[in-house]
Every structure is written in C-alpha cells, then in structure tokens.
C-alpha cells in the first residue's frame, strides 16, 4: 500500500499575519510549484486568513489550524469553531497535540469530542498521541498508545478514518533535540497501525497516514521516512524557517 507522505508545520504561537505572508512567499519560491509530498502548514488562528490568502494559488501547500472547539457555537469565550475554521478554507486540524494535553488539559475524551465534530464537518484531523519519557521507561509505551487510540476514536467512523491523519509525537522528542530513532518510530508506528487494525479494520489502517513528530529536521527527515510506517511527519522549531521546512520537505519525498 503506497500512502503519500504528508508533511505539516506546526508554528505554534509564532507569526502574525504579516510574517506567515512573508513566509509563505518565500516557502512557495523554493518549492518551486510542485512537491511529492502533501504540504500543510499550522499557523495561529489569527494568522489563518492572511495564509489562506498567500496560498491562493499554490498547488501544493494545503492550510491547518492548531486546535477547535467541539461545539457549533455558545458561550466559549477564546473558543473558535470548526464552521469559523471552514469559513476560511482549512484543510486539517490538528488535534490531541501534547501541549493541548499537558498545558490547557486536554484529556482523550475531549479529542475524541474534537474528531467526532471534525468528521461531521468533514475536516480531516490530525490527532496527535504519545508517551512521555516517564511512561517510556516505565515499559507503558504500547498501554499510552492504544489507550490514546481508543478512547480519542471512540466511535469514528471507519471509512471517514482512512482521511484522518495520526501524528505519533514522544513526547520527550518534541522540542527537545532528541529524535527517536528511525528504528523506535517503526516501532511505535507499527504498533499504532495494529492497534487502528483492530479499530478500524485492516484495509483502512493500511490507508491512514501516521506521521512522526519531534525534533524532525532536515538531517534526519530521510531516515525516519524511509521506515514503511513514517509516512511523514509533524514539524516544529524546524519549520519556523523556510528554508529549513522546505529541505524537509524534498527530503521526505
Ligand atoms: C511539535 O510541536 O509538534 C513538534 C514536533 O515540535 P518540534 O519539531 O520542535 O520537536
């Protein structure tokens, strides 16, 4: 089963709408009009617009947002909806990130409230899991993993599934320089493909992309690609620069 690689920038609470204009020009110009990669890049809400505006007329680079909220409307004060996030044209949201969970609490059972409302707008997630260096080494990898899978897809549909984006992120790796390697992201992508088997059914775990995050940057993009559960990654710090984030991506292609 051949899955097209999907390589996405997460930025994080970084550029305005100013700075993700400049780097979108600059991004577009190096990678030249056509990519073997699928491309989406995570700007900040207030940022989405101005992105959605620069990427008019690019036929590779598809736009994120960080996070929604699972209701239509209401009284959420900060909160931003999955129909907002549609007004503007975005094709993913990313869901689950480990800094959701371990700063704003989010919990398995909020993501898979997220997931449901995405899959009924028809907006593909990225939703994020994985372990921290305690659960690590407290042999609990695989338990973390399964438990994050279950309870956050509780309830999805299967063949809406085979859109959905998992991006397996330790999260001892993420913004650490620490990179898991090519070998432990087999590993763990392997087992999470096995794990959405068992979910999902066999056909369409072979159809969903699993990208790996943390500290990806363009020196070890090729190896972690070249493990036939990688089909991408989920990119930070790296991706904060053009020129960095587009060596990422022609590396993984
Ligand atoms: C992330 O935040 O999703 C991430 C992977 O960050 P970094 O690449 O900086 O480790």
Same mark, same amino acid.
């Given at each position: 089963? *051949? ?15 100013? $700075? ?8 577009? +110009?190096? =990678?030249?009009? *056509? *990519?073997?990669?699928? =491309?989406?890049?995570? /700007? ?13 007329? *690019? &036929? ?6 960080? +996070?929604?909220?699972? $209701? ?6 900060? !909160? ?10 975005? &094709? ?61 897809? !509780?309830? #999805? ?5 085979? $859109? ?5 992120? /330790?999260?001892?790796? =993420? ?6 390697? /090519?070998?432990? %992201?087999? !590993? ?7 794990? #959405? ?5 066999? !056909? ?29 990654? #989920?990119?930070?710090?790296?991706? #904060? ?10 590396? %993984?292609?």
């Amino acid at each position: 089963m *051949s899955r097209r690689p999907i390589i996405a920038a997460n930025w994080k609470m970084h550029k305005g709408p100013a $700075e993700a204009t400049e780097f979108i020009d600059e991004f577009e +110009n190096l =990678i030249g009009g *056509s *990519s073997a990669v699928d =491309i989406v890049i995570s /700007p900040a809400f207030v940022a989405l617009g101005a992105a959605k505006g620069a990427l008019a007329n *690019s &036929d590779t680079t598809g736009l994120a947002a960080q +996070n929604c909220h699972f $209701e239509e409307k209401g009284a959420f004060t900060g !909160e931003v909806s999955i129909g907002m996030l549609t007004e503007i044209g975005v &094709d993913y949201v990313i869901i689950g990130h480990s800094e959701r969970r371990s700063i704003f609490g989010e919990d398995d059972a909020i993501i898979n409230a997220k997931a449901k409302a995405l899959h009924a707008a028809g907006v593909k997630p990225i939703i994020c899991i994985g372990e921290t260096l305690e659960e690590r080494e407290g042999g609990q990898l695989e338990a973390v993993l399964r438990r994050q899978l279950e309870v956050g897809l !509780e309830g #999805l549909s299967a063949d809406k599934m085979a $859109e959905a984006v998992i991006a397996y992120e /330790p999260v001892w790796a =993420i913004g650490t320089g620490k990179t898991a390697g /090519p070998d432990e %992201a087999q !590993e763990a992508h392997a087992f999470v493909r096995k794990v #959405l088997g068992e979910l999902f059914g066999e !056909e369409v775990a072979a159809k969903i992309r699993i990208q790996y995050g943390g500290s990806v940057k363009p020196a070890n993009t090729a190896e972690l690609m070249a493990q036939p559960d990688v089909d991408g990654a #989920l990119v930070g710090g790296a991706s #904060l620069e053009p020129g960095s984030f587009s060596e990422i991506c022609k590396n %993984a292609g």
